[in-house]
């Protein structure tokens, strides 16, 4: 089954072709960051304009890729949610209309889920079960997977989610979108310990985070450092290893609690090298491996979305004959293969 991932969550229009038998056979991405960067932020109707003019164009990109014609497609996958209504709109809207051309299934697939998964398509694959680190500009949660479908969400922020922590930190240290790689940045220019920032939440059980207090403390911390260059590298040095070392704490507390072998981490902030690092040497203290999607494939991406819709097509699963997106959809709705439908 050769299957066409289609992401249009944000602002990354992101189309790929995987295949059961051969992996993934091609994958293209735009990002929106110079469209967006002007604004310092993500502008929802532009980014639902930009996907309308990439959508088709990189699919057609992605068969010449591979080699194909778009009768070789057996099935599409869309990201249904979560995700910015209008720009979901526009890859369900054209994903159902292939289907309808082509007559081929169709799945809405969770973003969320996909990027669990996206490890998945590296030759040296985690095994099931294990806990996975979601971590991404809309999403912090800490899961244990016990297969495709089978979730059981352990912890989740509270408040900001940590990409959103880092871009909005980075803005209050003058830095240009997007943040998060920015800050990381200037975060390898500081003095470690020049600051010592909160590491929220941890001083309790459990394994839910927090970090609005976290990104109050910089507020104090960068009163006394926007004119200086040094002292803002010091600052952001400071949130960087309070953000790792809270995410080092609570995945401790999960390999801990669920015995799991294996360490998925992914998500845009699964990027972040200290992070990395740090989850290396806490996966290795436990005996566990660490599993990391390459790079290209941390941000969104169409490669996670073909192969997450692969999975629950090839078991059989489908969409009503509808466009239907949802901005907001829990993880933990979501069924595993021949339990039910994907989503009500």
Not at 19 to 25: P, T
Not at 64 to 75: F, Q
Not at 294 to 305: E, P, Q, S, Y
Not at 317 to 344: F, H, T, Y
């Amino acid at each position: 089954m050769i299957v066409l991932g289609i992401e249009t969550s944000c602002d990354e229009t992101g189309i790929a072709l995987y295949s059961g038998a051969d992996g993934l056979l091609a994958h293209r991405l735009h990002s929106q960051v110079d469209t967006h960067a002007r604004y310092g932020g993500v502008v929802p109707e532009l980014a639902s304009r930009d996907h309308i003019r990439r959508v088709l164009p990189l699919i057609d990109e992605c068969l010449r890729d591979a080699g194909l014609e778009r009768g070789a497609i057996d099935g599409i996958a869309y990201t249904r949610g979560p995700g910015l209504a209008g720009a979901l709109l526009v890859g369900a809207s054209i994903a159902r209309s292939l289907g309808w051309a082509l007559e081929r299934p169709v799945l809405g697939v969770h973003h969320m889920e996909a990027h669990l998964l996206a490890p998945m398509l590296e030759p040296d694959p985690p095994c099931y079960p294990f806990v996975a680190l979601l971590v991404s500009g809309g999403h912090t949660l800490l899961v244990q997977v016990a297969g495709i479908g089978r979730y059981r969400v352990l912890g989740e922020s509270l408040d900001d989610a940590a990409g959103e922590a880092f871009d909005k930190t980075a803005k209050l240290l003058g830095l240009p979108y997007p943040g998060g790689l920015q800050l990381e940045a200037l975060a390898a220019q500081g003095e470690p310990d020049q600051f010592r920032l909160p590491r929220p939440m941890t001083d309790r059980p459990g394994f839910d985070f927090s970090f609005s207090g976290l990104k109050t403390a910089v507020v104090n911390c960068v009163r006394e450092a926007i004119d200086d260059a040094p002292t803002r590298a010091a600052v952001a040095r400071a949130f960087q290893d309070a953000v790792v070392e809270t995410f080092a704490i609570k995945t401790r507390r999960a390999l801990v609690h669920t015995g799991a072998g294996h360490l998925v981490v992914a998500g845009g902030v699964g990027a972040n090298q200290a992070l990395r690092e740090r989850l290396r040497e806490v996966a290795a203290e436990h005996g566990a491996q660490v599993a990391y999607p390459r790079l290209a494939f941390c941000t969104d991406n169409g490669a996670m979305i073909a192969y997450a819709g692969f999975c629950r097509l090839a078991a059989g699963e489908c969409d009503e004959g509808r466009v239907d997106v949802r901005p907001r959809w829990p993880l933990s709705e979501l069924l595993a293969p021949g339990e039910g439908p994907a989503a009500s």
